[in-house]
């Protein structure tokens, strides 16, 4: 399982076979270098997409830890985490279109809460769009239940968010 922000972005941290595909896929440290497809995936998923500048921020920010997977030179997901002292949050969590329903959320969502209990983190915290049923049951698979609303918070779509919540 990997460690904590060691910056060798060439390592692989882990991988997982794609049971549609075959193929291997690969989790390593978003790097500088990832942006533009990372970017483009982004654009191409979300309404709102984070600029590059936002995902600049996350890369240099100690407490923020950014992954993607590969498929060879491929960026198929990616995640944007913060590891802070004694809490976990989910910031951004994307796969492909191309790649969804073959269990990459699930393994990554498996590896970061495996890292927080390696870490003694005990709770993860993260927000959702009430409308995004898939990312609300991949949440409620982990254990995540929902503990508050944030009234409006996707302002321009006037959409609510839910705030989940699970103990490690
Ligand atoms: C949500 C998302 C990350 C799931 O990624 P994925 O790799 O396809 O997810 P998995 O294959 O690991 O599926 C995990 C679980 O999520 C749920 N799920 C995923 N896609 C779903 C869908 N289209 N409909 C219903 N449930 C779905 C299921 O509970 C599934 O478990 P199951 O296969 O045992 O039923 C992906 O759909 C995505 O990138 N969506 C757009 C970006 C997004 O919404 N990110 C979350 C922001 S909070």
Redesign the pocket.
């Known amino acids: 399982m990997m460690a904590l922000k060691h910056l060798n972005f060439a390592a692989t941290l882990c991988t997982f076979k794609d049971p549609v595909t075959g193929r291997m896929l690969e989790m390593r440290y978003m790097s500088l270098d990832d942006l533009d497809q990372v970017c483009l995936l982004e654009e191409k998923?979300?309404p709102n997409p984070w600029p590059l500048n936002a995902f600049m921020s996350e890369l240099m920010a100690p407490y923020s830890h950014s992954f993607t997977v590969r498929d060879r030179k491929v960026v198929a997901?990616y995640a944007v985490t913060w590891f802070l002292d004694e809490e976990f949050h989910?910031s951004?969590?994307?796969?492909?279109?191309a790649?969804?329903?073959?269990?990459?959320?699930?393994?990554?969502?498996t590896e970061f809460l495996q890292m927080c209990r390696k870490t003694g983190i005990n709770i993860a915290h993260?927000?959702?769009?009430r409308s995004?049923?898939?990312?609300v049951?991949?949440?409620?698979?982990f254990g995540f239940s929902v503990t508050g609303v944030r009234k409006n918070y996707y302002e321009s779509e006037h959409e609510d968010a839910l705030m989940m919540s699970c103990k490690l």
């Open positions: 998923i979300f997901a989910l951004n969590i994307a796969v492909d279109g790649y969804r329903r073959h269990g990459i959320a699930t393994w990554m969502m993260l927000e959702v769009r995004n049923t898939s990312a049951k991949l949440y409620q698979k």
